[in-house]
Protein backbone atom coordinates (compact mmCIF):
# COMPACT_ATOMS: atom_id res chain seq x y z
CA UNK A 1 0.00 0.00 0.00
CA UNK A 2 1.14 3.57 -0.75
CA UNK A 3 1.64 5.61 2.17
CA UNK A 4 -0.96 8.35 0.64
CA UNK A 5 -3.20 5.39 0.68
CA UNK A 6 -2.47 4.37 4.76
CA UNK A 7 -5.36 5.17 7.05
CA UNK A 8 -4.80 6.84 10.27
CA UNK A 9 -6.73 7.06 13.19
CA UNK A 10 -6.91 11.01 14.37
CA UNK A 11 -7.70 12.22 17.72
CA UNK A 12 -10.31 14.75 18.69
CA UNK A 13 -8.82 18.66 19.50
CA UNK A 14 -12.52 19.40 21.13
CA UNK A 15 -12.62 19.83 24.85
CA UNK A 16 -15.07 17.45 27.40
CA UNK A 17 -18.84 19.07 27.77
CA UNK A 18 -19.85 18.24 31.28
CA UNK A 19 -23.17 17.11 30.86
CA UNK A 20 -25.90 19.78 31.79
CA UNK A 21 -29.41 19.13 33.58
CA UNK A 22 -32.16 21.30 32.00
CA UNK A 23 -34.88 22.66 34.13
CA UNK A 24 -38.25 24.16 33.64
CA UNK A 25 -38.44 28.11 34.35
CA UNK A 26 -39.67 29.04 36.83
CA UNK A 27 -43.40 30.31 37.36
CA UNK A 28 -44.19 33.40 35.76
CA UNK A 29 -46.25 35.99 37.67
CA UNK A 30 -50.27 36.33 38.19
CA UNK A 31 -50.16 39.81 38.44
CA UNK A 32 -47.96 43.14 38.48
CA UNK A 33 -49.78 44.60 41.66
CA UNK A 34 -47.46 44.47 44.92
CA UNK A 35 -45.31 42.58 43.92
CA UNK A 36 -41.12 43.35 44.42
CA UNK A 37 -39.60 43.32 41.34
CA UNK A 38 -36.01 43.59 41.01
CA UNK A 39 -33.77 45.02 38.46
CA UNK A 40 -30.07 44.64 38.18
CA UNK A 41 -28.87 46.73 36.32
CA UNK A 42 -25.15 46.31 34.97
CA UNK A 43 -24.86 49.67 32.43
CA UNK A 44 -26.37 50.84 29.61
CA UNK A 45 -27.57 54.30 31.49
CA UNK A 46 -28.93 55.41 28.34
CA UNK A 47 -31.86 52.76 28.25
CA UNK A 48 -32.15 51.73 32.40
CA UNK A 49 -32.27 55.34 32.99
CA UNK A 50 -35.61 56.12 31.94
CA UNK A 51 -36.61 52.47 31.62
CA UNK A 52 -36.32 52.75 35.34
CA UNK A 53 -38.19 55.65 36.13
CA UNK A 54 -40.75 54.64 33.10
CA UNK A 55 -41.55 51.32 35.73
CA UNK A 56 -41.96 52.93 38.89
CA UNK A 57 -44.02 55.69 37.42
CA UNK A 58 -46.35 53.61 35.20
CA UNK A 59 -46.20 50.83 37.61
CA UNK A 60 -46.71 52.42 41.20
CA UNK A 61 -48.11 49.80 42.57
CA UNK A 62 -45.14 47.43 42.35
CA UNK A 63 -42.22 47.26 44.70
CA UNK A 64 -38.95 48.09 42.48
CA UNK A 65 -35.69 47.53 43.91
CA UNK A 66 -32.19 48.20 42.24
CA UNK A 67 -29.10 47.43 42.40
CA UNK A 68 -26.55 48.81 39.90
CA UNK A 69 -22.80 47.73 38.70
CA UNK A 70 -21.22 48.94 36.44
CA UNK A 71 -19.40 45.52 35.24
CA UNK A 72 -20.30 42.28 33.63
CA UNK A 73 -20.80 40.55 36.69
CA UNK A 74 -24.16 42.26 38.45
CA UNK A 75 -24.08 42.88 41.61
CA UNK A 76 -26.50 39.75 43.59
CA UNK A 77 -29.41 39.70 45.56
CA UNK A 78 -28.73 37.94 49.30
CA UNK A 79 -30.31 35.26 50.40
CA UNK A 80 -32.34 37.08 52.64
CA UNK A 81 -33.47 39.44 49.96
CA UNK A 82 -34.21 36.73 47.47
CA UNK A 83 -36.72 35.82 50.33
CA UNK A 84 -38.95 38.96 49.70
CA UNK A 85 -38.11 39.20 45.72
CA UNK A 86 -40.59 37.92 42.95
CA UNK A 87 -39.14 38.54 39.62
CA UNK A 88 -35.66 40.35 38.32
CA UNK A 89 -34.45 42.06 35.20
CA UNK A 90 -30.96 41.88 34.43
CA UNK A 91 -29.41 44.01 31.68
CA UNK A 92 -28.47 45.19 29.10
CA UNK A 93 -26.84 41.82 28.78
CA UNK A 94 -24.62 39.83 30.80
CA UNK B 1 -26.04 34.15 32.73
CA UNK B 2 -25.36 31.58 36.19
CA UNK B 3 -27.06 34.17 38.39
CA UNK B 4 -30.40 33.81 36.53
CA UNK B 5 -30.06 29.94 36.09
CA UNK B 6 -29.55 30.35 40.58
CA UNK B 7 -32.72 32.92 40.50
CA UNK B 8 -34.91 30.43 38.37
CA UNK B 9 -34.31 27.20 39.92
CA UNK B 10 -35.10 28.89 43.17
CA UNK B 11 -38.05 29.86 41.50
CA UNK B 12 -38.01 33.49 40.83
CA UNK B 13 -39.11 34.52 37.20
CA UNK B 14 -36.45 36.36 35.36
CA UNK B 15 -35.47 38.01 32.36
CA UNK B 16 -32.74 39.17 30.47
CA UNK B 17 -32.50 42.31 28.38
CA UNK B 18 -29.54 41.70 25.43
CA UNK B 19 -28.58 43.45 22.60
CA UNK B 20 -29.89 41.86 19.50
CA UNK B 21 -26.63 40.76 18.02
CA UNK B 22 -25.59 39.30 21.40
CA UNK B 23 -29.02 36.60 21.10
CA UNK B 24 -26.83 34.09 19.75
CA UNK B 25 -24.37 33.69 23.06
CA UNK B 26 -27.16 34.64 25.36
CA UNK B 27 -29.07 31.37 23.97
CA UNK B 28 -26.30 29.20 23.83
CA UNK B 29 -25.22 30.11 27.86
CA UNK B 30 -28.89 29.61 28.85
CA UNK B 31 -28.57 25.76 27.82
CA UNK B 32 -24.87 25.56 29.06
CA UNK B 33 -26.42 26.89 32.70
CA UNK B 34 -29.26 24.39 32.36
CA UNK B 35 -32.36 26.53 31.64
CA UNK B 36 -32.76 26.27 27.68
CA UNK B 37 -35.74 28.60 27.31
CA UNK B 38 -34.91 31.60 30.07
CA UNK B 39 -36.24 34.57 28.41
CA UNK B 40 -34.97 37.54 26.40
CA UNK B 41 -36.09 40.83 25.23
CA UNK B 42 -33.51 42.42 22.69
CA UNK B 43 -32.63 45.80 22.99
CA UNK B 44 -31.42 47.51 19.86
CA UNK B 45 -28.09 49.05 19.72
CA UNK B 46 -28.83 51.37 16.54
CA UNK B 47 -31.59 52.60 18.27
CA UNK B 48 -32.00 56.21 19.78
CA UNK B 49 -31.52 54.82 23.28
CA UNK B 50 -33.13 57.03 25.66
CA UNK B 51 -37.22 56.67 26.33
CA UNK B 52 -37.73 55.76 22.79
CA UNK B 53 -35.85 52.55 23.53
CA UNK B 54 -37.12 52.25 27.10
CA UNK B 55 -40.95 52.71 26.10
CA UNK B 56 -40.33 50.02 23.46
CA UNK B 57 -38.89 47.52 25.97
CA UNK B 58 -41.21 48.15 28.84
CA UNK B 59 -44.28 45.52 27.82
CA UNK B 60 -42.15 42.96 26.13
CA UNK B 61 -39.84 43.05 29.47
CA UNK B 62 -42.92 42.42 31.94
CA UNK B 63 -44.67 40.36 29.27
CA UNK B 64 -41.64 37.97 29.99
CA UNK B 65 -42.60 37.94 33.48
CA UNK B 66 -46.25 37.91 33.67
CA UNK B 67 -46.98 35.40 30.37
CA UNK B 68 -47.52 31.83 31.40
CA UNK B 69 -44.85 29.66 30.47
CA UNK B 70 -45.32 27.08 27.29
CA UNK B 71 -44.91 23.50 27.33
CA UNK B 72 -41.34 23.67 25.58
CA UNK B 73 -41.05 25.99 29.24
CA UNK B 74 -41.80 23.85 31.52
CA UNK B 75 -40.08 20.71 30.34
CA UNK B 76 -36.64 19.41 31.96
CA UNK B 77 -34.21 17.33 30.39
CA UNK B 78 -30.74 16.50 29.91
CA UNK B 79 -28.04 18.35 27.57
CA UNK B 80 -24.98 16.36 27.00
CA UNK B 81 -23.11 16.37 24.26
CA UNK B 82 -20.53 14.24 23.24
CA UNK B 83 -17.12 14.52 21.79
CA UNK B 84 -15.30 10.72 20.46
CA UNK B 85 -11.85 10.39 21.15
CA UNK B 86 -11.20 9.45 17.19
CA UNK B 87 -12.53 12.16 15.70
CA UNK B 88 -11.68 10.78 11.86
CA UNK B 89 -9.96 7.84 9.96
CA UNK B 90 -8.68 8.32 6.74
CA UNK B 91 -5.46 8.87 4.31
CA UNK B 92 -3.76 11.86 5.41
CA UNK B 93 -5.09 14.14 2.06
CA UNK B 94 -8.50 13.65 3.52
CA UNK B 95 -7.83 14.25 7.12
CA UNK B 96 -6.42 17.50 5.69
CA UNK B 97 -9.11 18.17 4.45
CA UNK B 98 -11.46 17.02 7.67
CA UNK B 99 -9.56 18.80 9.82
CA UNK B 100 -9.41 22.02 7.83
CA UNK B 101 -13.13 22.56 7.36
CA UNK B 102 -15.35 25.24 7.75
CA UNK B 103 -18.48 26.35 8.87
CA UNK B 104 -20.76 29.85 7.85
CA UNK B 105 -21.74 31.60 10.73
CA UNK B 106 -24.96 33.89 9.95
CA UNK B 107 -23.42 36.22 12.54
CA UNK B 108 -20.02 37.28 10.81
CA UNK B 109 -22.44 37.84 7.63
CA UNK B 110 -21.77 33.66 6.54
CA UNK B 111 -17.79 34.35 6.23
CA UNK B 112 -16.91 30.84 6.29
CA UNK B 113 -15.44 30.03 10.05
CA UNK B 114 -12.83 26.86 10.91
CA UNK B 115 -14.39 24.07 12.67
CA UNK B 116 -11.15 22.87 14.05
CA UNK B 117 -8.77 25.10 13.73
CA UNK B 118 -7.37 28.60 14.39
CA UNK B 119 -8.09 29.67 10.44
CA UNK B 120 -4.20 28.01 9.25
CA UNK B 121 -3.62 24.58 8.03
CA UNK B 122 -2.44 22.28 10.90
CA UNK B 123 -0.54 19.09 11.28
CA UNK B 124 -2.54 16.70 11.38
CA UNK B 125 -2.87 14.95 14.86
CA UNK B 126 -2.55 11.31 13.86
CA UNK B 127 -2.28 9.13 16.97
CA UNK B 128 1.26 8.02 16.48
CA UNK B 129 1.96 12.00 16.53
CA UNK B 130 0.03 12.82 19.72
CA UNK B 131 1.41 9.32 21.22
CA UNK B 132 4.75 10.88 20.43
CA UNK B 133 4.03 14.50 22.07
CA UNK B 134 2.84 12.70 25.38
CA UNK B 135 6.74 11.24 25.29
CA UNK B 136 6.98 15.32 26.37
CA UNK B 137 5.74 14.87 30.11
CA UNK B 138 5.47 12.00 32.60
CA UNK B 139 1.54 12.66 33.21
CA UNK B 140 -1.13 10.81 32.13
CA UNK B 141 -2.91 10.85 28.94
CA UNK B 142 -6.38 10.80 30.87
CA UNK B 143 -5.31 13.57 33.52
CA UNK B 144 -7.56 15.70 33.45
CA UNK B 145 -6.01 19.39 33.30
CA UNK B 146 -6.10 20.50 37.17
CA UNK B 147 -4.17 23.84 39.16
CA UNK B 148 -0.55 22.70 39.69
CA UNK B 149 -0.67 24.93 42.91
CA UNK B 150 -3.21 27.17 44.96
CA UNK B 151 -3.46 30.92 42.76
CA UNK B 152 -4.51 33.93 42.53
CA UNK B 153 -5.95 34.61 39.25
CA UNK B 154 -5.81 37.86 37.77
CA UNK B 155 -8.56 40.22 36.70
CA UNK B 156 -7.87 41.78 33.31
CA UNK B 157 -8.61 45.12 32.46
CA UNK B 158 -11.75 46.68 33.62
CA UNK B 159 -14.80 44.36 32.49
CA UNK B 160 -13.23 40.80 33.81
CA UNK B 161 -12.81 39.86 37.43
CA UNK B 162 -10.20 37.85 39.21
CA UNK B 163 -9.94 35.33 41.32
CA UNK B 164 -8.86 32.61 43.53
CA UNK B 165 -7.97 29.14 42.59
CA UNK B 166 -6.82 26.18 44.54
CA UNK B 167 -4.54 23.35 44.04
CA UNK B 168 -6.48 20.50 41.93
CA UNK B 169 -8.91 22.76 40.93
CA UNK B 170 -10.10 21.30 37.35
CA UNK B 171 -9.50 24.37 34.60
CA UNK B 172 -12.08 25.16 32.72
CA UNK B 173 -11.50 26.68 29.77
CA UNK B 174 -13.97 29.11 28.38
CA UNK B 175 -16.52 29.94 26.43
CA UNK B 176 -17.80 26.34 27.44
CA UNK B 177 -16.60 26.04 30.24
CA UNK B 178 -15.29 22.64 28.85
CA UNK B 179 -12.41 20.39 30.54
CA UNK B 180 -9.24 18.78 29.06
CA UNK B 181 -7.35 16.11 29.57
CA UNK B 182 -3.58 15.69 29.08
CA UNK B 183 -3.90 14.04 25.98
CA UNK B 184 -6.84 16.71 24.12
CA UNK B 185 -4.08 19.22 25.11
CA UNK B 186 -1.49 17.20 22.92
CA UNK B 187 -3.76 17.14 20.53
CA UNK B 188 -4.03 20.51 20.13
CA UNK B 189 -0.35 20.84 20.61
CA UNK B 190 0.38 18.94 17.72
CA UNK B 191 -1.74 20.49 15.19
CA UNK B 192 -0.25 23.65 16.26
CA UNK B 193 3.16 22.57 14.98
CA UNK B 194 4.39 21.99 18.38
CA UNK B 195 7.67 19.37 19.25
CA UNK B 196 7.14 16.82 22.16
CA UNK B 197 9.90 18.83 24.37
CA UNK B 198 8.18 22.10 24.20
CA UNK B 199 4.87 20.21 25.52
CA UNK B 200 5.51 20.89 29.20
CA UNK B 201 5.15 24.88 28.06
CA UNK B 202 1.87 23.77 26.05
CA UNK B 203 0.63 22.31 29.45
CA UNK B 204 1.45 25.19 31.67
CA UNK B 205 -0.80 26.84 29.01
CA UNK B 206 -3.20 25.00 30.05
CA UNK B 207 -3.03 24.95 32.89
CA UNK B 208 -3.47 28.88 32.98
CA UNK B 209 -7.30 28.78 30.98
CA UNK B 210 -5.14 28.31 27.56
CA UNK B 211 -5.62 32.23 26.85
CA UNK B 212 -9.42 31.37 26.75
CA UNK B 213 -10.36 33.74 29.03
CA UNK B 214 -13.57 34.69 30.09
CA UNK B 215 -14.59 33.58 26.94
CA UNK B 216 -13.00 36.53 24.84
CA UNK B 217 -9.29 35.76 25.61
CA UNK B 218 -8.15 35.77 21.75
CA UNK B 219 -6.29 33.11 22.30
CA UNK B 220 -4.03 35.24 25.25
CA UNK B 221 -0.45 36.21 25.42
CA UNK B 222 2.10 34.51 27.42
CA UNK B 223 5.51 34.75 28.70
CA UNK B 224 8.34 32.36 29.85
CA UNK B 225 10.32 32.97 32.73
CA UNK B 226 13.65 30.53 33.69
CA UNK B 227 15.99 27.98 31.70
CA UNK B 228 13.45 25.79 29.90
CA UNK B 229 13.64 28.87 26.95
CA UNK B 230 17.67 27.34 26.14
CA UNK B 231 16.13 23.37 26.48
CA UNK B 232 13.23 23.95 24.17
CA UNK B 233 15.31 27.11 21.61
CA UNK B 234 13.02 29.91 21.87
CA UNK B 235 14.68 32.86 20.54
CA UNK B 236 15.55 35.34 23.10
CA UNK B 237 16.83 37.94 20.88
CA UNK B 238 16.43 40.28 17.66
CA UNK B 239 13.15 39.10 15.96
CA UNK B 240 11.46 37.23 19.15
CA UNK B 241 8.33 38.47 17.13
CA UNK B 242 9.19 37.68 13.97
CA UNK B 243 9.30 34.67 11.57
CA UNK B 244 11.39 31.55 11.78
CA UNK B 245 11.57 30.64 15.71
CA UNK B 246 10.24 27.39 15.87
CA UNK B 247 9.46 27.02 19.08
CA UNK B 248 8.27 30.72 19.42
CA UNK B 249 5.88 30.70 16.70
CA UNK B 250 4.08 26.91 17.41
CA UNK B 251 3.77 27.99 21.19
CA UNK B 252 2.32 31.11 20.38
CA UNK B 253 -0.24 29.30 18.16
CA UNK B 254 -1.38 27.00 20.80
CA UNK B 255 -3.76 29.19 22.27
CA UNK B 256 -5.53 30.45 19.64
CA UNK B 257 -6.55 26.35 19.12
CA UNK B 258 -6.85 26.10 22.63
CA UNK B 259 -9.97 28.87 22.51
CA UNK B 260 -11.22 27.40 19.87
CA UNK B 261 -11.43 23.50 20.34
CA UNK B 262 -11.17 22.99 24.51
CA UNK B 263 -13.06 26.61 24.74
CA UNK B 264 -15.34 26.06 22.00
CA UNK B 265 -15.70 29.63 20.78
CA UNK B 266 -17.00 30.23 17.69
CA UNK B 267 -17.67 33.87 16.89
CA UNK B 268 -21.46 35.18 17.61
CA UNK B 269 -22.61 32.03 18.66
CA UNK B 270 -20.74 30.59 21.66
CA UNK B 271 -19.38 34.49 22.68
CA UNK B 272 -19.09 37.42 20.82
CA UNK B 273 -16.21 40.05 21.11
CA UNK B 274 -15.36 43.59 19.35
CA UNK B 275 -12.34 43.47 16.81
CA UNK B 276 -9.81 40.92 18.18
CA UNK B 277 -5.95 42.32 18.62
CA UNK B 278 -3.13 42.51 15.91
CA UNK B 279 -0.83 41.94 18.94
CA UNK B 280 -2.32 38.39 19.70
CA UNK B 281 -3.58 37.33 16.50
CA UNK B 282 -1.45 34.22 15.56
CA UNK B 283 -0.38 33.86 18.88
CA UNK B 284 2.38 35.85 21.24
CA UNK B 285 4.59 34.08 23.41
CA UNK B 286 7.84 35.20 23.89
CA UNK B 287 10.92 34.11 26.78
CA UNK B 288 12.68 36.51 29.64
CA UNK B 289 16.84 36.14 28.84
CA UNK B 290 17.61 36.52 32.62
CA UNK B 291 21.22 37.18 31.74
CA UNK B 292 20.45 40.40 30.45
CA UNK B 293 19.63 41.94 33.61
CA UNK B 294 21.86 44.03 35.76
CA UNK B 295 22.61 42.68 39.00
CA UNK B 296 19.97 43.10 41.35
CA UNK B 297 17.04 42.55 39.50
CA UNK B 298 15.12 39.83 39.49
CA UNK B 299 13.68 37.86 36.85
CA UNK B 300 10.37 37.43 36.40
CA UNK B 301 10.06 33.72 37.96
CA UNK B 302 11.58 35.58 40.98
CA UNK B 303 9.11 38.59 40.67
CA UNK B 304 6.63 35.85 41.10
CA UNK B 305 7.81 33.54 44.15
CA UNK B 306 9.87 30.86 42.42
CA UNK B 307 13.34 30.48 42.21
CA UNK B 308 15.60 31.60 39.48
CA UNK B 309 16.27 28.19 38.17
CA UNK B 310 12.64 27.48 37.78
CA UNK B 311 10.66 27.43 34.81
CA UNK B 312 7.48 29.98 34.98
CA UNK B 313 4.67 30.79 32.33
CA UNK B 314 2.52 34.46 33.08
CA UNK B 315 -0.30 35.21 31.05
CA UNK B 316 -0.97 38.56 30.24
CA UNK B 317 -3.56 40.95 28.12
CA UNK B 318 -1.27 42.60 25.64
CA UNK B 319 -2.79 45.53 24.21
CA UNK B 320 -1.95 47.77 21.47
CA UNK B 321 1.66 48.22 20.67
CA UNK B 322 3.14 51.24 20.52
CA UNK B 323 2.55 52.90 23.86
CA UNK B 324 4.42 56.17 24.18
CA UNK B 325 6.96 57.91 22.93
CA UNK B 326 8.73 57.09 19.85
CA UNK B 327 12.88 57.57 18.89
CA UNK B 328 15.22 55.41 16.78
CA UNK B 329 17.93 53.81 18.82
CA UNK B 330 20.81 55.63 18.02
CA UNK B 331 19.13 58.80 19.69
CA UNK B 332 18.92 56.69 22.65
CA UNK B 333 22.82 55.92 22.56
CA UNK B 334 23.19 59.76 21.70
CA UNK B 335 21.42 60.47 24.95
CA UNK B 336 23.52 58.21 27.47
CA UNK B 337 26.74 58.41 25.08
CA UNK B 338 27.00 61.85 24.89
CA UNK B 339 23.83 63.54 25.75
CA UNK B 340 22.79 64.92 22.55
CA UNK B 341 19.83 64.17 20.24
CA UNK B 342 16.39 64.77 20.61
CA UNK B 343 15.77 63.28 24.29
CA UNK B 344 18.21 65.12 25.33
CA UNK B 345 17.24 68.12 24.10
CA UNK B 346 13.71 66.83 25.84
CA UNK B 347 15.61 65.82 29.30
CA UNK B 348 17.42 69.75 29.00
CA UNK B 349 20.57 67.49 29.49
CA UNK B 350 22.43 68.66 26.09
CA UNK B 351 26.26 67.84 26.30
CA UNK B 352 25.59 65.68 29.73
CA UNK B 353 27.27 62.45 29.80
CA UNK B 354 24.64 60.05 30.96
CA UNK B 355 22.83 57.85 32.17
CA UNK B 356 19.70 59.90 32.21
CA UNK B 357 16.39 59.27 33.01
CA UNK B 358 15.11 57.66 29.48
CA UNK B 359 11.90 56.81 31.09
CA UNK B 360 11.40 60.59 31.80
CA UNK B 361 10.75 60.64 27.99
CA UNK B 362 9.19 57.30 27.47
CA UNK B 363 6.42 57.70 29.72
CA UNK B 364 6.23 61.55 28.34
CA UNK B 365 2.17 61.78 27.82
CA UNK B 366 1.83 58.13 27.56
CA UNK B 367 -1.64 57.78 29.68
CA UNK B 368 -2.85 60.66 27.61
CA UNK B 369 -5.18 58.37 25.34
CA UNK B 370 -4.70 55.26 27.26
CA UNK B 371 -5.26 54.01 30.87
CA UNK B 372 -3.70 51.22 33.35
CA UNK B 373 -0.65 50.27 32.59
CA UNK B 374 2.32 48.55 30.57
CA UNK B 375 4.96 46.41 29.95
CA UNK B 376 8.32 47.64 28.86
CA UNK B 377 10.53 45.13 26.56
CA UNK B 378 14.32 46.41 27.15
CA UNK B 379 17.34 45.17 25.63
CA UNK B 380 20.85 44.63 28.36
CA UNK B 381 22.05 48.07 27.86
CA UNK B 382 18.80 50.13 28.69
CA UNK B 383 18.14 48.25 31.47
CA UNK B 384 22.05 48.60 32.69
CA UNK B 385 21.61 52.50 31.89
CA UNK B 386 18.07 52.33 34.30
CA UNK B 387 20.06 50.62 37.06
CA UNK B 388 22.99 52.61 36.71
CA UNK B 389 20.54 55.87 36.94
CA UNK B 390 19.35 54.75 39.88
CA UNK B 391 16.72 52.29 39.45
CA UNK B 392 18.42 49.53 41.49
CA UNK B 393 15.03 46.79 40.58
CA UNK B 394 12.81 46.46 38.71
CA UNK B 395 9.85 47.73 41.34
CA UNK B 396 11.70 50.97 41.35
CA UNK B 397 11.19 51.78 38.18
CA UNK B 398 6.99 50.37 38.56
CA UNK B 399 6.41 52.41 41.19
CA UNK B 400 8.02 55.70 39.91
CA UNK B 401 5.67 54.51 36.38
CA UNK B 402 3.00 54.58 38.37
CA UNK B 403 2.99 57.82 40.10
CA UNK B 404 3.95 59.67 37.27
CA UNK B 405 0.22 58.29 35.95
CA UNK B 406 -1.31 60.86 38.81
CA UNK B 407 -3.98 62.92 37.96
CA UNK B 408 -6.56 65.32 39.38
CA UNK B 409 -10.04 63.72 39.75
CA UNK B 410 -11.49 66.37 37.35
CA UNK B 411 -9.26 65.25 34.49
CA UNK B 412 -10.20 61.75 35.70
CA UNK B 413 -13.37 61.94 35.22
CA UNK B 414 -13.40 62.33 31.27
CA UNK B 415 -11.66 59.34 30.53
CA UNK B 416 -13.37 56.72 28.47
CA UNK B 417 -13.44 53.42 31.25
CA UNK B 418 -14.20 55.24 34.25
CA UNK B 419 -17.64 53.80 34.88
CA UNK B 420 -15.84 50.17 35.44
CA UNK B 421 -13.11 51.33 36.99
CA UNK B 422 -15.71 53.66 39.27
CA UNK B 423 -18.73 51.79 39.37
CA UNK B 424 -20.31 53.88 37.89
CA UNK B 425 -18.53 56.53 40.40
CA UNK B 426 -20.59 54.63 43.30
CA UNK B 427 -17.28 52.70 44.31
CA UNK B 428 -13.74 53.18 46.38
CA UNK B 429 -11.48 54.47 45.14
CA UNK B 430 -8.15 52.47 45.97
CA UNK B 431 -5.66 54.52 46.99
CA UNK B 432 -7.46 56.94 49.49
CA UNK B 433 -9.94 54.46 50.57
CA UNK B 434 -12.77 56.59 49.85
CA UNK B 435 -15.77 57.14 48.09
CA UNK B 436 -15.36 58.64 44.20
CA UNK B 437 -18.05 61.23 44.84
CA UNK B 438 -16.43 62.52 47.85
CA UNK B 439 -13.08 63.33 46.30
CA UNK B 440 -12.23 66.77 45.10
CA UNK B 441 -11.66 68.22 41.84
CA UNK B 442 -8.09 68.48 42.52
CA UNK B 443 -7.42 65.12 44.42
CA UNK B 444 -4.71 62.68 42.32
CA UNK B 445 -5.49 59.25 41.32
CA UNK B 446 -3.89 57.09 39.18
CA UNK B 447 -4.73 57.11 34.93
CA UNK B 448 -1.98 54.05 35.15
CA UNK B 449 -3.66 51.21 36.91
CA UNK B 450 -4.05 50.16 40.42
CA UNK B 451 -0.93 49.64 41.97
CA UNK B 452 2.52 49.40 40.23
CA UNK B 453 3.24 45.76 40.26
CA UNK B 454 0.30 44.87 39.28
CA UNK B 455 0.46 47.28 36.47
CA UNK B 456 3.63 47.21 34.79
CA UNK B 457 6.09 44.87 33.81
CA UNK B 458 9.44 44.69 32.88
CA UNK B 459 11.11 42.10 30.69
CA UNK B 460 14.77 41.88 29.75
CA UNK B 461 15.85 40.19 25.75
CA UNK B 462 19.05 39.63 24.22
CA UNK B 463 19.71 42.33 21.44
CA UNK B 464 22.41 44.84 21.21
CA UNK B 465 20.55 47.74 19.80
CA UNK B 466 19.03 49.80 22.00
CA UNK B 467 15.37 49.82 21.39
CA UNK B 468 12.53 49.06 23.44
CA UNK B 469 8.90 47.66 22.95
CA UNK B 470 6.23 48.62 24.84
CA UNK B 471 2.74 47.59 24.39
CA UNK B 472 -0.63 48.00 26.63
CA UNK B 473 -1.37 45.57 29.13
CA UNK B 474 1.37 45.09 32.04
CA UNK B 475 1.64 43.70 35.75
CA UNK B 476 1.92 40.41 37.02
CA UNK B 477 0.03 38.01 37.46
CA UNK B 478 -0.20 34.13 38.74
CA UNK B 479 2.49 32.05 37.47
CA UNK B 480 2.22 28.51 36.35
CA UNK B 481 4.96 26.16 36.89
CA UNK B 482 6.02 24.60 33.62
CA UNK B 483 8.43 22.14 35.50
CA UNK B 484 5.48 20.94 37.18
CA UNK B 485 4.45 19.48 33.53
CA UNK B 486 7.72 18.14 32.66
Redesign the interface.
Known amino acids: MAD?????????????????????????????EGKT?HM?IC?????WV??E???KM??PDVNWTVK???????L??TQEE?KT?????????? | ?P??AD?????????????AE?TGK?KHDR?????????Y?E?DRKSP???T???R??QP??DA?????TAA?????????????????????E?EK??NQTKKIPGILNAPFSV?TDGLPVV?????R?KEMLTGTSHKPDELITLQRDGQQRGFGA???GYTQKKGDVVK?MP??????V??VA??AV?AGCRPEYFPVVLAMAESGGGTG?GRGGGGAFVVSGPIYKEIGMNVTNFIWGPGNPANKTLGRVGS?FWR????YEETVTTITTLGSPVTNGGLIFAEYAEGLPMGWKGLNEELGFKKNESVLMTFRAGAWGVGQQNAPGVYRSLQRTGHGAIARYLDVKGIVGPHNYLEYLTKDIWATMEGGFTLVFPPQIAQDMYDYGFKTKQAIYEWIWKRSFEPVKQFRMRGNQ??V???W?GIEKTSGKHWKELSDDYMVPAGGDDPFGSYNILVINMQETACARFGGGGHSQAFSIDAWR
Open positions: KDKVYECLNPVGNQEPVDTYPLAPRLDKLISGEADIPLKNFEYKRFHIVPELRTDAVILGVCW | MYLLEKSGIPTVIINYEVTLFGFPELRVAGGVEADLMVLLTKPLEKKSGKWAPEQPRILFEGTLPAFYYIPTDEVVEGFMYRTATEQVNMDLNLGGDFTNGL
